[in-house]
Protein backbone atom coordinates (compact mmCIF):
# COMPACT_ATOMS: atom_id res chain seq x y z
CA UNK A 1 0.00 0.00 0.00
CA UNK A 2 1.12 3.43 -0.79
CA UNK A 3 2.13 5.74 2.00
CA UNK A 4 1.38 9.47 2.42
CA UNK A 5 2.29 11.04 -0.79
CA UNK A 6 3.12 14.15 -1.53
CA UNK A 7 4.20 16.82 -4.46
CA UNK A 8 6.24 18.65 -5.53
CA UNK A 9 9.22 17.15 -3.81
CA UNK A 10 11.19 20.24 -4.11
CA UNK A 11 10.42 23.63 -5.87
CA UNK A 12 12.38 27.01 -5.82
CA UNK A 13 10.01 30.37 -6.03
CA UNK A 14 10.64 33.66 -5.87
CA UNK A 15 9.48 36.34 -3.18
CA UNK A 16 6.17 37.48 -3.60
CA UNK A 17 5.03 34.91 -5.71
CA UNK A 18 2.34 31.62 -4.62
CA UNK A 19 2.42 27.62 -4.13
CA UNK A 20 0.29 25.17 -4.16
CA UNK A 21 1.62 21.70 -2.03
CA UNK A 22 -0.30 18.31 -2.51
CA UNK A 23 -0.61 15.70 -0.08
CA UNK A 24 -2.49 12.38 -0.98
CA UNK A 25 -3.32 10.58 3.05
CA UNK A 26 -3.21 6.73 2.93
CA UNK A 27 -5.65 4.95 1.32
CA UNK A 28 -8.31 5.40 4.01
CA UNK A 29 -7.48 7.44 6.01
CA UNK A 30 -9.56 10.88 6.25
CA UNK A 31 -7.61 13.73 7.96
CA UNK A 32 -4.78 15.26 7.00
CA UNK A 33 -2.69 17.57 8.77
CA UNK A 34 0.16 19.59 7.26
CA UNK A 35 3.57 20.55 9.12
CA UNK A 36 6.06 23.39 8.44
CA UNK A 37 10.16 22.26 9.52
CA UNK A 38 12.82 24.78 9.28
CA UNK A 39 16.23 23.51 8.95
CA UNK A 40 17.35 22.29 12.70
CA UNK A 41 13.92 22.98 14.51
CA UNK A 42 10.89 20.21 14.60
CA UNK A 43 7.76 20.59 12.68
CA UNK A 44 5.48 23.04 13.59
CA UNK A 45 1.69 22.13 13.16
CA UNK A 46 -0.23 24.46 10.37
CA UNK A 47 -3.41 23.21 9.95
CA UNK A 48 -5.60 20.54 10.70
CA UNK A 49 -8.60 18.85 8.15
CA UNK A 50 -10.85 16.46 8.79
CA UNK A 51 -13.97 15.46 6.44
CA UNK A 52 -13.31 17.98 4.34
CA UNK A 53 -13.30 21.05 7.32
CA UNK A 54 -10.69 22.65 8.89
CA UNK A 55 -10.35 21.43 12.44
CA UNK A 56 -7.48 23.02 14.03
CA UNK A 57 -4.92 25.94 12.67
CA UNK A 58 -2.07 26.39 14.33
CA UNK A 59 0.20 30.48 14.81
CA UNK A 60 0.62 30.92 10.87
CA UNK A 61 -0.38 34.28 9.17
CA UNK A 62 -3.78 34.32 6.65
CA UNK A 63 -0.94 34.02 3.82
CA UNK A 64 -1.36 30.47 4.45
CA UNK A 65 -4.74 28.33 3.46
CA UNK A 66 -5.50 24.82 2.68
CA UNK A 67 -8.18 22.49 1.91
CA UNK A 68 -9.51 18.92 1.36
CA UNK A 69 -11.28 17.51 -1.53
CA UNK A 70 -13.90 14.99 -1.38
CA UNK A 71 -11.55 12.01 -1.69
CA UNK A 72 -9.30 13.41 1.39
CA UNK A 73 -6.59 14.61 -0.20
CA UNK A 74 -5.30 18.06 0.57
CA UNK A 75 -3.65 21.20 -0.81
CA UNK A 76 -1.73 23.96 1.28
CA UNK A 77 -1.42 27.21 -0.25
CA UNK A 78 1.17 30.02 0.54
CA UNK A 79 0.71 33.73 -0.83
CA UNK A 80 2.75 36.23 -1.21
CA UNK A 81 6.24 34.12 -0.18
CA UNK A 82 8.35 35.63 2.26
CA UNK A 83 12.18 34.28 2.67
CA UNK A 84 11.32 32.86 6.01
CA UNK A 85 8.70 30.69 4.17
CA UNK A 86 11.77 28.42 2.87
CA UNK A 87 11.33 25.30 4.48
CA UNK A 88 10.28 21.15 4.65
CA UNK A 89 6.36 21.00 4.10
CA UNK A 90 4.72 17.87 5.70
CA UNK A 91 1.82 16.35 5.42
CA UNK A 92 1.01 14.17 7.87
CA UNK A 93 -2.58 11.52 7.75
CA UNK A 94 -4.15 9.36 10.03
CA UNK A 95 -7.53 7.04 10.16
CA UNK A 96 -9.80 9.88 11.64
CA UNK A 97 -9.11 12.33 14.79
CA UNK A 98 -9.54 9.42 17.39
CA UNK A 99 -6.89 9.60 20.24
CA UNK A 100 -5.82 6.18 19.27
CA UNK A 101 -4.64 6.49 15.59
CA UNK A 102 -0.72 6.26 14.93
CA UNK A 103 -0.24 10.08 12.15
CA UNK A 104 2.46 8.76 9.57
CA UNK A 105 4.37 11.42 7.30
CA UNK A 106 5.47 12.04 3.71
CA UNK A 107 8.43 12.42 2.32
CA UNK A 108 7.55 16.49 2.42
CA UNK A 109 7.83 19.44 -0.39
CA UNK A 110 11.37 20.94 0.05
CA UNK A 111 10.36 24.99 -0.65
CA UNK A 112 12.86 27.66 -0.84
CA UNK A 113 12.35 30.70 -1.57
CA UNK A 114 14.95 33.19 -3.13
CA UNK B 1 0.68 26.73 26.50
CA UNK B 2 2.74 23.88 24.92
CA UNK B 3 6.17 23.27 25.60
CA UNK B 4 8.32 19.93 25.03
CA UNK B 5 12.03 19.86 26.18
CA UNK B 6 14.91 17.33 24.64
CA UNK B 7 18.43 17.40 24.70
CA UNK B 8 19.88 18.84 21.33
CA UNK B 9 22.44 16.71 20.58
CA UNK B 10 24.19 12.75 21.77
CA UNK B 11 26.70 11.09 20.66
CA UNK B 12 27.07 7.05 21.38
CA UNK B 13 28.97 4.13 20.26
CA UNK B 14 28.12 1.36 17.64
CA UNK B 15 26.68 -1.81 19.89
CA UNK B 16 25.51 0.33 23.23
CA UNK B 17 22.52 1.42 24.23
CA UNK B 18 21.65 5.52 24.47
CA UNK B 19 18.62 6.62 26.14
CA UNK B 20 17.11 9.79 24.68
CA UNK B 21 14.75 11.88 27.15
CA UNK B 22 11.38 14.23 26.70
CA UNK B 23 9.86 16.17 29.57
CA UNK B 24 6.40 17.97 28.26
CA UNK B 25 4.50 20.54 29.96
CA UNK B 26 1.08 20.48 27.51
CA UNK B 27 -2.29 22.10 28.66
CA UNK B 28 -3.99 18.29 27.72
CA UNK B 29 -2.59 14.99 27.13
CA UNK B 30 -3.81 12.12 24.67
CA UNK B 31 -0.78 10.29 23.78
CA UNK B 32 2.89 10.82 23.50
CA UNK B 33 5.20 9.86 19.74
CA UNK B 34 8.89 9.04 18.51
CA UNK B 35 10.01 9.68 15.32
CA UNK B 36 13.10 9.58 13.62
CA UNK B 37 14.48 11.76 10.93
CA UNK B 38 17.56 11.29 8.91
CA UNK B 39 18.70 14.16 7.24
CA UNK B 40 16.62 15.16 3.93
CA UNK B 41 13.78 13.03 4.85
CA UNK B 42 10.46 12.64 6.49
CA UNK B 43 9.82 11.52 9.84
CA UNK B 44 9.60 8.34 10.25
CA UNK B 45 7.22 6.66 13.33
CA UNK B 46 8.98 4.75 15.71
CA UNK B 47 6.47 4.32 18.79
CA UNK B 48 2.69 5.39 20.60
CA UNK B 49 2.48 5.75 24.32
CA UNK B 50 -0.88 7.08 25.92
CA UNK B 51 -0.88 4.98 29.41
CA UNK B 52 1.92 4.55 31.63
CA UNK B 53 4.75 1.93 30.97
CA UNK B 54 6.94 0.61 28.47
CA UNK B 55 6.54 -0.66 25.11
CA UNK B 56 9.12 -2.82 23.24
CA UNK B 57 9.62 -2.99 20.12
CA UNK B 58 12.16 -4.59 18.73
CA UNK B 59 15.75 -2.72 19.67
CA UNK B 60 13.62 0.16 20.48
CA UNK B 61 11.75 0.81 23.65
CA UNK B 62 9.60 4.03 24.55
CA UNK B 63 8.59 4.73 28.17
CA UNK B 64 5.59 7.18 29.77
CA UNK B 65 4.91 8.59 32.95
CA UNK B 66 1.98 10.94 32.61
CA UNK B 67 2.13 12.43 36.67
CA UNK B 68 5.97 13.57 35.72
CA UNK B 69 5.04 14.54 32.28
CA UNK B 70 8.00 12.47 31.07
CA UNK B 71 8.89 10.00 28.45
CA UNK B 72 12.54 8.21 27.19
CA UNK B 73 13.32 6.40 24.32
CA UNK B 74 15.51 3.49 24.52
CA UNK B 75 17.80 1.94 21.59
CA UNK B 76 19.68 -0.90 21.98
CA UNK B 77 22.49 -2.60 20.95
CA UNK B 78 22.98 0.94 17.87
CA UNK B 79 23.75 0.45 15.12
CA UNK B 80 25.77 3.07 12.06
CA UNK B 81 22.21 3.32 10.74
CA UNK B 82 20.79 4.94 13.48
CA UNK B 83 22.21 8.01 13.12
CA UNK B 84 19.50 10.60 12.77
CA UNK B 85 17.24 13.32 14.58
CA UNK B 86 15.02 11.91 16.96
CA UNK B 87 11.66 13.81 17.36
CA UNK B 88 9.36 13.91 20.74
CA UNK B 89 5.71 15.05 20.05
CA UNK B 90 2.61 14.69 22.31
CA UNK B 91 -0.95 15.09 21.06
CA UNK B 92 -3.49 17.45 23.10
CA UNK B 93 -7.05 16.37 23.99
CA UNK B 94 -9.16 15.30 20.90
CA UNK B 95 -6.32 16.89 18.57
CA UNK B 96 -6.58 14.43 15.93
CA UNK B 97 -3.31 14.49 14.22
CA UNK B 98 -2.28 17.85 15.52
CA UNK B 99 1.08 17.44 17.48
CA UNK B 100 3.06 19.65 18.93
CA UNK B 101 6.79 18.41 18.90
CA UNK B 102 10.12 19.05 20.80
CA UNK B 103 13.39 20.27 18.67
CA UNK B 104 14.48 16.86 18.23
CA UNK B 105 17.69 15.18 19.42
CA UNK B 106 20.56 15.03 17.05
CA UNK B 107 22.17 11.36 17.99
CA UNK B 108 25.54 10.28 16.16
CA UNK B 109 26.57 6.95 16.50
CA UNK B 110 30.37 6.30 16.62
CA UNK B 111 32.52 3.14 15.28
Known amino acids: DAGVTQSPTHLIKTRGQQVTLRCSPI?????VSWYQQVLGQGPQFIFQ???????GRGNFPDRFSARQFPNYSSELNVNALLLGDSALYLC?????????????FGEGSWLTVV | GQNIDQPTEMTATEGAIVQINCTYQ??????LFWYQQHAGEAPTFLSY????GLEEKGRFSSFLSRSKGYSYLLLKELQMKDSASYLC????????????FGGGTRLMVKP
Open chain 1, 92 to 104: ASSLDRGSGNTIY
Open chain 1, 27 to 31: SGHKS
Open chain 1, 49 to 55: YYEKEER
Open chain 2, 26 to 31: TSGFNG
Open chain 2, 49 to 52: NVLD
Open chain 2, 89 to 100: AVRADNAGNMLT
